[in-house]
């Protein structure tokens, strides 16, 4: 692991580990022709919940492409959040909510806050209400810049006060390319925040009003530029003035932020954007955020309910719950709205069925508009990337960072040694595509497909078929990966988790045994087949000598003249993953251990490919650093190199020089996976295999496999059975908070 990077505990035993759970609510929930985005952090006062959010409910639908300024008029939205105002509802419960009308208002027409004010933030201070938000001046164009402005009640149902002037401002400018025209492209780059700052969040900390707010550079969209980041600004008083820290930016990723008080520090929930995409952070003094834990599908704009938010203390609980947003594309059709999120981020009680760690997603949401591979994005050989040939400005600061660096900046520059997803190669979106040829029977999985081969004009795949409890490895061909033919022979019973090796000319195919030792204990052995051909016959050669009690997920590639045999030495029965490596020259063996400690250790199953000059593994939802991949020069020391959102589960990729690694790595663009299946109580745990595609590859850049900031996930993934509050959590949860105090504490100087 990277020096710089901790090494993380297990996820049942990490108190920063939670998994997010789901719910509708009503009142504030989707409405045809309105948007509700953006939630505030919660205040609890007079024994009721306030949230303050973006409103907005225009004449006419988004008009996407307006750049002109004669073009815009104050009916038509160019964004989701556009031409909009704050709004805010109450509730009893959390989940019943009144919406309320109006808090904040949109200045004069010509004035800094007249276009719009949206991504709204609530402090209670003294014995006022302060409601903070970025504002946009019309027009609204692609290089307006946006501010931080404020309103001030003496009650948290108004009536609002406008400050009449902002409050917080981007940091120095750079050079536009063309002064005269609404071009991104910059010839000098400016501070971190020089174009915009969006999303402040406060809290009071060591007596001051702490705005954490997110910045984003003038020419963020280009290739050297540093990507969206978050800052701090402090202030003795609510209407400023608040002064920027040095150390900004202090963190490198998350297109929506929300923080909390936790112990003496502060946490953080990072969301989809950027190098530690979906994770949580926490820092001791509020700035130097380190990466505590790895989570799935977080709230996107969370707006938490935290008790002491507000009360300068130094043992912040933390929180339970809080309000989220589920938004679309930004200039699309379909209007955003306001969701609840659980989860079990508190200090001192604890909430069940929240430390669920291996959990992906199924055929519903893989196969969705989100995520679905269009069909040239599936004809991958003719969809090579237009490179862009505008010069870049070579004076940029953040790319080559000097003096007092926050933590997380560190991390950039040192770890991942870039800004955004885009210019990762290691980084991508998975597209998922279905295919044909595998019959559909309730009761039968397909799942754990291997490695992809291509002989003779064919492609080849095999994988485990489970029908009730019986067990067996099948294999299928395809001409075009698309469509495939399943042969019904069983090639062995009662085994698991192969992988293919071609090796000296012939074909090798490792499995995973089940036994019991003499202590009627489970453990699990590798045994190999060997056949001439890719169809068979297989004849079993012997075990293979491995010490470990536990050998599962076999997976095999040939580096440097030798068999390098990775597997998962752990159980699936524990929490503990453990991956190791073992090389030889023959097929039977001896395998001899490359390195005595476990070569990674999350995902239970992982897949590893050539990469250039090394070996890249992708880790799934499993273990402290799921989803994530990772890049090792000398195929046994991985270090972290990025985040993935829904990247395959039990992916067998096609890898085309998995058997001849002996200088540059082609890398991968398609696989197959194990999802699965529509929920319903018909296909209920049934697994099935799909196609996914990615860009990976050295030889060719692929277009549609990044999103350079806000990866959204569609709502079929939020309310799935996964990650849907389950009816006997709320009821336990409520019972737990009927008898407790759940006033703000407000600190009052």
């Known amino acids: 692991m990277n020096e710089i990077l901790e090494d993380l505990p297990s996820d049942l035993e990490n108190p920063f580990f939670t998994q997010f759970r789901y719910s509708k609510v009503s009142g504030i929930g989707r409405e045809e022709g309105v948007t509700r985005r953006d939630p505030s952090s919660i205040l609890r006062a007079n024994n009721i ?26 009916n038509t939205p160019v964004t989701d959040w556009d031409l909009s105002e704050i709004w805010y509802a109450t509730s009893l419960d959390g989940f019943v909510w009144q919406e309320k009308g109006v808090a904040a208002s949109r200045g004069p027409k010509e004035s800094w806050d007249g276009r719009t004010i949206c991504t709204p933030d609530v402090l209670a201070f003294g014995n006022r209400y302060y409601l903070y938000y970025q504002a946009v001046a019309f027009p609204k164009m692609k290089r307006s810049g946006n501010v931080i402005g404020m309103s001030w009640a003496e009650s948290p149902d108004g009536p609002w006060h406008r400050y009449d002037k902002p409050i917080l401002k981007p940091g120095n400018p750079g050079e536009w390319r063309d002064q005269n025209g609404d071009d991104e492209t910059v010839s000098k780059f400016g501070e971190w925040d020089s174009h915009k700052i969006h999303d402040p969040y406060v809290i009071v900390r060591d007596g001051k009003i702490w705005l954490y707010y997110k910045g984003q550079p003038m020419g963020w969209h280009m290739k050297n530029s540093g990507g969206i980041g978050w800052g701090v600004a402090f202030s003795e008083k609510p209407e400023g003035p608040f002064m920027k820290s040095e150390l900004n930016p202090i963190t490198n ?34 700035i130097n955020f380190k990466l505590v834990s790895n989570v799935t599908l977080p709230p996107p704009s969370a707006g938490p309910f935290c008790v002491d938010k507000f009360s300068n203390t130094k043992e912040g609980n933390g929180i339970f719950w809080g309000l989220a947003h589920l938004a679309q594309e930004e200039t699309k059709e379909q209007n955003s709205f306001l969701i609840r999120f659980d989860c079990d981020l508190h ?9 669920k760690n291996d959990v992906g997603f199924n055929e519903d949401v893989l196969l969705s508009n989100d995520l679905i591979a269009s069909s040239d994005q599936i004809s991958w050989h003719t969809n090579k990337k237009i490179k862009n040939k505008i010069d870049e400005p070579k004076n940029h600061k953040i790319l080559n960072p000097t003096g007092d ?24 979106s998975f597209k998922y595509f279905p295919i044909s040829g595998f019959p559909y029977e309730d009761g039968f999985s397909r799942n754990n497909p291997s490695k992809i081969i291509f002989h003779n004009g064919e492609w080849h795949v095999w994988y485990e078929c489970i029908n009730k409890k019986k067990i067996e490895i099948r294999h299928a061909s395809s001409l075009d990966g698309l469509v495939w033919s399943e042969s019904k022979d069983c090639i062995i019973k009662n085994c698991t988790n192969p992988d293919i090796l071609f090796w000296k000319g012939c074909f090798f195919l490792y499995v995973v045994k089940k036994y019991q030792n003499n202590n009627n204990a489970e453990k699990t052995k590798i045994l190999v087949l060997e056949s001439p051909t890719p169809l068979g016959p297989w004849g079993r050669l012997n075990e293979l000598g491995l010490l470990e009690t536990h050998q599962n997920s076999p997976y095999l590639l040939v580096r440097q003249g030798l068999i390098w045999l990775y597997f998962n030495q752990s159980s699936h029965k524990s929490e503990e993953v453990a991956w190791k490596v073992f090389v030889s020259d023959e097929v039977k063996g001896p395998y001899n251990e490359v390195s005595s400690k476990p070569v990674l250790t999350s995902g239970y199953e992982v897949f590893f490919f050539p990469h250039g000059n090394g070996v890249v593994a992708i880790a799934g939802y499993t273990g402290p650093y799921k989803n994530t991949v990772f890049f090792s020069e000398n195929g046994f020391d991985f270090f ?43 296909s209920k745990n049934i697994k099935k295999l799909v196609r996914f595609e990615c860009n990976l590859t050295k030889n060719v850049d692929r277009n549609g496999f990044f999103r350079p900031w806000n990866f959204r996930y569609p709502e079929k993934a939020y309310f799935s059975n996964k990650f849907i509050l389950k009816n006997d959590q709320k009821i336990d949860f409520e019972r737990n908070l009927k008898f407790q105090n759940l006033n703000m504490n407000i600190y009052k100087p």
């Open 640 to 682: 972290v190199k990025g985040k993935l959102s829904a990247p395959p589960l039990s992916a067998g990729p096609y890898v085309p020089n998995a058997f001849d690694h002996n200088e540059i790595g082609i890398g991968i663009s398609w696989g197959l996976a194990e999802m699965e299946a529509f929920e319903s109580s018909q």
């Open 405 to 428: 660096l926050s933590l997380s900046t560190k991390r950039n520059h040192e770890i991942y040694g870039v800004y955004k997803d885009d210019q990762n190669e290691l980084f991508t």
């Open 49 to 74: 919940y306030y949230v303050y959010y973006t409103r907005r409910k225009t004449i006419r639908k988004i008009r996407e492409g307006i750049k002109n300024l004669s073009e815009q008029d104050w």
């Open 253 to 286: 990723s998350g297109h929506e932020t929300c923080l909390f008080p936790w112990g003496s520090g502060v946490a953080s929930i990072i969301t989809h954007d950027g190098p530690e995409k979906d994770s949580i952070q926490y820092a001791e003094d509020g």
């Open 347 to 355: 200090r001192v009680q604890t909430r069940h069925g929240f430390k």
